[in-house]
Nanobody, 126 residues
Framework: QVQLVESGGGLVQAGGSLRLSCAAS?????????MGWFRQAPGKEREFVAA????????NYESSVKGRFTISRVNAKNTVYLQMNSLKPEDTAVYYC??????????????????WGQGTQVTVSS
């Protein structure tokens, strides 16, 4: 099995920053999985946020977070991060990390991902 556990969510004021972490266990990183972050706000569908290839060379961002969020990973720690700066109230959502066995791809479709974490709540106050 592959397990993903998100942490680092919380309440932050608009303009502030949070750093989310996703710790992987099992064979996620040793098997060369790409990783993605998704989010789901109340009343909305799950949406793509960012993704990173296994090597970390390739990244992809949803347009509304590009320039504000940075995805990174440290494979030796089996961990992927999402640094979120200049947070806005519309960023409020449950954030999920996901693993894609296609290590060279930074997919935007949730259906491309094979494993999902349980999510961490991010709330941005105005």
């Amino acid at each position: 099995q592959v397990q993903l556990v998100e942490s680092g969510g919380g309440l932050v004021q608009a303009g502030g920053s949070l750093r989310l972490s996703c710790a992987a266990s099992g064979r996620t990183f040793t098997s060369g999985y790409a990783m993605g972050w998704f989010r789901q706000a109340p009343g909305k569908e799950r949406e793509f946020v960012a993704a990173i290839s296994w090597s970390g060379v390739n990244t992809n961002y949803e347009s509304s977070v590009k320039g504000r969020f940075t995805i990174s990973r440290v494979n030796a720690k089996n961990t992927v991060y999402l640094q979120m700066n200049s947070l806005k109230p519309e960023d409020t959502a449950v954030y999920y990390c996901a693993a894609d066995r296609n290590y060279g791809v930074v997919a935007v479709a949730g259906t491309a991902y094979d494993y999902w974490g349980q999510g961490t709540q991010v709330t941005v106050s105005s």
